[in-house]
């Protein structure tokens, strides 16, 4: 069975930063890409933060290029999301999305960031 379970979400101060981590079980297929996705409850669409491919090359929204980072960490086998400067706008459910070799999608659960003072 396929697992997405995003970790590391929580309450920061603006300007402050969080780490959110994606970890997957199950899937059988070469990963082709992960995502960071984010969305406002009751406000729209899902809105991509953020990319890293097969061979690591990376995409960014504009809102989030030069706060944001995503890296792969291959010990712990999880695609990780720094966000630094933090703003009240990054507010937001962030959900990992994987697509495989065989265009097969897999969303997690999703995890709350909240920037607030």
Known sequence: QVQVVE???G???PGGSLRLSC???GIIASIT???WYRQVPGKGRRE???RIDSNSN????????GRFTVSRDNAKNTVDL????????????????IRDFYLRNYWGQGTQVTVSS
Do not use: F, I, P
């Open 48 to 50: 991509l933060v953020a």
């Open 58 to 65: 990376t995409h960014y929204a504009d809102s989030v290029k």
């Open 11 to 13: 309450l920061v101060q």
């Open 33 to 35: 890409l992960t995502d």
């Open 82 to 97: 720094q966000m630094n400067s933090l703003k009240s706008e990054d507010t937001a459910v962030y959900y990992c999305y």
């Open 23 to 25: 970890a997957a079980s």
């Open 7 to 9: 970790s590391g979400g």
